[in-house]
């Protein structure tokens, strides 16, 4: 029997069956990123932004369409991620202001809302790049309206129709995008989109993943909630247990493994914390199972040390002790100025660099984890300005910063595309305090392009971009535009891509070394370049990033 129309009750269970096929494909969907480094991370950016939305329409009952609407692209705008979740929020954003006035919907009104959520990606992207997630929604919205001139009024013709086509476009995209073809994959952020409308047509047809706030779907949404009647003044734990423990390691646990023992706290946890010193590491993580913390260790090692503490029956037996101490003075609110600074950073020491230049605040992010845009929001809400400048030093930031501007009435929000750090630092040393705020944009912009990039990190999978052939675990020296160099010695790709960036008018070259370097490592790279660039000035810090062995300018 044909379904003409779609109330609001089905749509709020459609995306939340959306949201639930989207995270269980999300680490398929970051491995088809065509660069092979180990943050690729469309998968999971599409998955935080989506599940920023589902938590609040799982939470509504018995919502109205304009309720289920306000909740998809509010929770949604805020909770975007990187440009793929920023392009994702734009679409639910558009569609939602053409259904939230009807209590159904029908074809003519889903391909009108198709119409519009594709007007409002396309406008959120300064240059819009077909072969992307764009391209696949267009083709969604050009299938819809065919369907909808052609007489059809049964949904589920309309669903089967659109997703085939969507496919089919996704299929394409390597025609249209080389680089996808080069590298063997289609468009990530394409088949995130698709695998959405896939999980929303086995919600309409009552076969999609149970939505449930299980550890996983909480974490990737940002927080833990039932949405039962809470008692006020029961403080609430997103993470109730404090969990520590040393390992003495019986496997190599190079930068590789810190990074995916990361990834993985960071799903089940917060506040992750991990040292290494030679052979033992410490942890720490708040967690709401502990056991899948050790059963994680123990791959890489004996337990010499484990300590778990139910943080809220801490906080009682200390509540007493507490209550009897001075009241702690509230944070001071920062000092009110004209000009304020906030600067996206990963890594202890580029954020000291940062605070010496006069940032005046720090969202911890960067190629790991993307920052959302009320990530951006928060800190613009802690920067006491009337104009702030916001570096958020990675390319695939800059929308989640636009799109926290627009979202601002307040203040006056300048947001500095730099796409690095080296571009963010050069940029504050030319800021100059007397000047006005546009003269000052003019003038960090013009220092930004005077800096070239290079960074490196290693390959997570066998590849090809650019005509350059990369194999698994080979250093990659990664510049502005794409590949400069790759090979099995760190030194040889550092000095080729070097050799690639300088240039008879460069002076300078900078180096920050990473988390996982050794002072000593880097100082024998630093000889190395001095020796070989005899005539340009080598200024060495320790930036502390993940990931990135060394980022190196030119300038």
């Known amino acids: 029997m044909a379904v003409n129309t779609v109330d609001a009750k089905l749509i709020a269970k459609m995306f939340l069956a959306g949201a639930k096929n989207l995270e269980a494909q999300k680490e398929h969907i970051n491995e088809l990123n065509v660069f092979p480094v180990p943050d690729g991370d469309t998968g999971t950016n599409m998955t935080l932004t989506i599940m920023s ?21 509010s929770g949604s705008l805020r909770g975007a991620r990187g440009n ?31 119409d519009k959520a594709v007007e409002s990606a396309y406008k959120a992207v300064m240059q819009p790049k077909e072969g992307t997630i764009l391209t696949v929604a267009k083709g969604i919205a050009e299938k819809a309206n065919e369907v909808f001139e052609s007489g059809e009024t049964d949904i589920d013709v309309l669903f089967k129709q659109v997703i085939e086509h969507a496919k089919k476009v996704l299929d394409e995209t390597p025609e ?47 927080e833990i909630r039932h949405f039962e009647a809470e008692d006020p003044k029961k403080k609430e734990y997103k993470f109730l247990y404090h969990t520590t423990l040393s390992l003495e390691l019986d496997k190599q646990f190079n930068m590789q493994g810190e990074q995916e023992v990361r990834k993985y706290l960071e799903l089940v946890g917060e506040e992750v914390a991990i040292a290494v010193d030679e052979s033992i590491v410490n942890v720490s993580v708040n967690t709401n199972d502990p056991g899948m913390v050790l059963q994680k260790a123990l791959k890489y090692g004996e337990l010499i040390d484990v300590q778990v503490l139910n943080r809220k029956h801490a906080e009682n037996k200390n ?65 006491n300005a009337d104009h702030i400048f916001i570096f958020p030093n990675n390319k695939n930031i800059i929308l989640a910063a636009n799109q926290a501007r627009d979202m601002t009435k307040d203040k006056d929000i300048i947001v500095m595309p730099s796409k690095t750090v080296p571009q963010c630092i050069s940029a504050l040393i030319a800021f100059m305090p007397d000047s006005s705020v546009k003269d000052n944009e003019t003038a960090m912009t013009e220092a930004m392009g005077q800096v070239k990039t290079g960074s490196v990190t290693y390959a997570v999978r066998d590849t090809s971009i650019d005509g350059v052939e990369i194999h698994q675990d080979d250093y990659m020296g990664i510049g502005d535009k794409g590949i400069l160099s790759n090979g099995k010695d760190i030194e040889e790709v550092i000095l080729t891509m070097l050799d690639k960036m300088a240039d008879g008018d460069s002076s300078l070259i900078s180096i920050y070394y990473g988390s996982d370097v050794e002072e000593s490592a880097a100082e024998q790279i630093r000889a190395k370049i001095s020796e070989k660039y005899s005539s340009m000035d080598v200024e060495m810090q320790k930036g502390g990033q993940p990931v990135y062995y060394y980022i190196l300018s030119v300038e």
Request: with cysteine.
């Open 53 to 73: 939305a589902a938590k609040d329409v799982y939470s509504l009952k018995d919502p109205d369409m304009a309720t289920v609407c306000k909740s998809i692209s």
């Open 84 to 114: 793929s979740g920023v392009i994702l929020s734009q679409l639910f954003r558009g569609f939602s202001k053409v259904i939230k006035t009807y209590d159904e919907i029908d074809v003519a009104v889903i391909s009108a809302g198709c």
């Open 176 to 222: 249209l995008l080389p680089v996808l073809k080069e590298a063997g994959v289609v468009d990530s952020g394409g088949a995130g989109l698709v695998a959405v409308l896939e999980g929303m047509y086995d919600g309409f047809l009552g076969k999609g993943i149970e939505f449930t706030m299980d550890e996983e779907t909480s974490q990737a949404a940002g």
């Open 319 to 383: 509540a007493a002790k507490a209550a009897e101490a001075p009241a702690k003075a509230a944070e001071p609110e920062m000092p009110k100025k004209d000009i304020g600074f906030i600067a996206v950073s990963a890594g202890e020491g580029i954020g000291e660099i940062f605070k010496n230049l006069g940032v005046d605040y720090l969202i911890q992010g960067g190629q790991t984890m993307n920052p959302s845009t009320e990530d951006m929001l928060n800190a613009i809400a802690k920067v």
